[in-house]
Each structure stands twice: as structure tokens, then as C-alpha cells.
């Protein structure tokens, strides 16, 4: 299938969805038109170039197969609710197409990172109808987000080559690229702390939550104590981070600094700083991850850089390698974080408002 068709498809022209699927960081001038161009590319059967050529060409060897692969996203039941996800979803869309594979299924499917659920609902079920829906045209799969341990143990089972991407390591006997969530809070926590504040703060999940553990390790490093008033257990959205804001401010003493678990809460908590900024102190405020969006905030966000492009990459590469036979025993690779000073966090003396604004 050639490009000329998702174009007729999706109505914008074959230099456009050349751009979508070859470019991860491509902004399309739309709303939802990345999604829907790629939507098309997997119900059309998208056929890369070099898969087709070397199909053509009758090559059949391990380097040179079609090889088919599915993604499953964890973490929300569309592309809405986690932005670092999504943009590690455009990588992997890209890597997908650059090596001449060709992405079979894309699946949203928050059911596997809630243990609770899984307890309660038939995974064995669910997974088998996913099974279904490729058609027999499945030679791995990539699991972006958290994914309860006996659905993984499942997809090994049906999909055979497993990889799975997180922010943390779910030390299950598959292949992961993940960037350790300890180090990452307690990069955040000493960046605070270089900062005068002693007053330190966490918003996030709290439950089996490695960041948070980084949280209290970095506490306990300094020699702080912990204040469970300044620890808000939350989802990790916008809206969440908004109204945590505002129960941390109204309460009666509030942390000079937080560290926020991801980016996308952060800004809802700048937000909402922006409404309050005329009757409270500022905190400093820190996050995890980079997305795109943190670098357009006002202020600037403060936040400890999650590598997701490299994710992306070794992820479809040690997949490939998987199923090549390039090996056999677990893999897990680890990528560093990286502290990005912006304009969120300062020194604790400092106590005048500035223009908090999305």
C-alpha cells in the first residue's frame, strides 16, 4: 500500500504523511491529524519501502523479512491523558517505518497498569481477542507504560517477542528500556534542596510508585523529615495537578518546593498558580519527563529530562534483535536522566510573584 493512498484517505497530500511517518518531532498544522494519518497507515496495511522492495525481490532472509509489530499503550484508553507517552508512541511510529517494518496494531488499554482490575477482570480474554485483531500477522510487541505482571507473563505467552518501556523497572523476566524513577526524584529532590529549601514537597502516585521511594530516599539523605501534609497522592494529569495546587496552598503551611512526579501535572499546577498569584507565596516548583510542552510554559518548567527518543529506538532495536535470534536471555537497558534548569524553581529567599501563564 503507497503513501498516494493514506493520503486519498486521510485528505492531505503524500508529502504530508511522508512527513508524519518519518518524522517523529513533524508538527502537523491540525489537531488529531498525526493520529489519523497513522490510523490509516495500519488499516491499509502500510507497506514501507524497503519492505516492499525486498518483497519484490523475493528475499526471504532473517534481515530482509516483513516483519509485523503491535504496540500497546498502558497508561491511558486514548492519547490524551500522558504526553510523554504519546511523544515515545511518535518514535517508535518513525523507527517502525525507517526499518522497514510495519506496524500491525496500536492499542490503548489502561486495564493492564491497574492491578486491581486485572484481579477482577478476565486479562486472559481481553489479550486473546488482541491476539485476534492481528490476524496472525504478529512478530513482537511493545508495551509503552506499566503492565501488570501477570498480563506480561500472558503476552509472552501469545506474542512470544516482548519488550516493554516505563519510567521504572518492573523486573519481569522480558526485555525493558526504562530510565531509573529513584535517581530521577532524587536528582529533583538535591536540585531543591542546592536551592536553600528544606520545606520539600511531592505530588504524584504514591502507591508502588519508584519516584516517590526516590522521593523519600533523597528526604532521608538530607536529613529532612517527612511531612505528610506536603505529600499529595494523585493521578498524574492536568487537572490533577491543578487541584493539588490548590489544597497545597490552602493548607496552613505550605512546601517552599515540590517535586512533581511528571510534566503534565506540573503545568497543571503552574496553572493554577497563575489563577492564586496575587494571594500566595510561590513555590518552586520541579518536575520529570520533558515533554514538549514544558519548554513553553510560563515560567519555563524545571524538570529532570527523560531521553524518550533514545527509548524509542533501542526499544524497536533490541525488539528486532529478539526476533532475529540476536539473543535470548532478558535485556535491560537503562538510559540516564538529565536535570533541564529552566525558570520554575528558585532560590527559597526569593518570595516575589512572577507571571505564572500557560
Known sequence: MSIKKIAEKTG????????????????????????????AAIELNYTPNVAARNLKLGLDNEESKM??????????DSNKTDPFFTEILRVIESEIHRN???????WYRSLFSNDIRCESENIARVIEE???ETAGKSDGLIIVGRCNKNAIALFRKIFGNVIIINRNS????????????????????????????????????CKNEVRYHGYLN????????LMPEYVIATRQTETDGYESMEKLLQSDDCPTGIYCSNDITAIGMLKCLAKYKKHYP???????????????????????????????????????????????SVIRVEVESKLMIRESCFDVSESVWSDYCI
Open 12 to 39: 492531505v497530500s503524500p508529502a504530508t504523511v511522508s512527513r508524519v511517518l518519518n518524522n517523529p518531532d513533524y508538527r502537523c498544522s491540525k489537531e488529531g491529524l498525526r493520529d489519523k494519518i497513522w490510523k
Open 67 to 76: 516483519l509485523y509489530i503491535n504496540v500497546l499503550m498502558t497508561r491511558a
Open 100 to 106: 522497514g517494518c510495519i506496524l500491525s496494531n496500536l
Open 130 to 132: 488482541m491476539n485476534k
Open 170 to 205: 518492573a523486573e519481569y523476566p522480558v526485555d525493558e528500556v526504562l530510565c531509573d524513577g529513584r535517581k530521577i526524584a532524587e536528582t529533583a529532590v538535591d536540585y531543591l534542596y542546592s536551592l536553600g529549601h528544606r520545606k520539600i514537597g511531592y505530588v504524584g502516585v
Open 218 to 225: 533523597a528526604l532521608n539523605r538530607r536529613g529532612l523529615e
Open 282 to 328: 510561590r513555590p518552586s516548583i520541579i518536575s520529570s519527563d520533558d515533554i514538549d510542552e514544558a519548554q513553553f510554559s510560563k515560567p519555563m518548567l524545571t524538570t529532570v529530562r527523560v531521553p524518550r527518543d533514545e527509548m524509542g529506538r533501542l526499544a524497536l532495536m533490541t525488539l528486532l534483535d529478539r526476533i532475529r535470534g540476536g539473543h535470548n
